[in-house]
């Protein structure tokens, strides 16, 4: 019979002992893994000699502790992994709250010796200031938004009847750059990335190709820009 540790010990197993349901592919390596660790134990337990019901409290512990295992690493990956913030969306939100409250620029001007000087001082980088109006998609102003956390520069520009905003800021030291990346939010076309240091985003309800054309001729101009 079980004296009254043994009782208290199973009722505190039973009591706390909270099954934790690991991700697929962590449960494959943990039940690849035990196999070889109960044998390792029962072996010790054996030439320990130790009664058949501790042996089993061990192995309900050591079965407990790889469940508080695997809800630490879960734990640790929801921690250290970086919260989702959808630049899209932001993007998205950014260029339709400039057409809903008629505020597309704060510097009105269409070429780039007026706005590029006004962005001086307002902000801690230079953006790129292109002009495109020979190409179909002449400039209309500038102005300041925030997405990601920081403030950007926006730049406006048109194409008929379309409107084009380009985001641009710094990106993060060390991010590599990414070739453009095509993309649609609630209707609307976007094409993302970031060269020579510097994050870009082109958002419009334009056709993706002529989008697309905008895009390249940023991207040309700016590489033969002066830094």
Known sequence: MENAEDTALSQLLRQHAVRHAPPEA???RIRAGMPQTMQTTQALQARAGLPARWRRALESLALFGAGLATAWIAASILLVAPPTNDIQDEVTASHVRS????HLADIRATNHHTVKPWFAGKIDFSPPVIDLAEQGFPMSGGRLDYIDGRTVAAMVYGHGSHVINLFTWPAAPGQ???PPQRLTRQGYNLVHWSAAGMNAWAISDVDP??????VDLIRARTAMAPQ
């Open 26 to 28: 962590l449960a494959q």
């Open 209 to 214: 190709a002529e989008l697309q054309s905008f």
């Open 176 to 178: 590599r750059d990414q």
């Open 99 to 102: 057409l809903l409250a008629d």
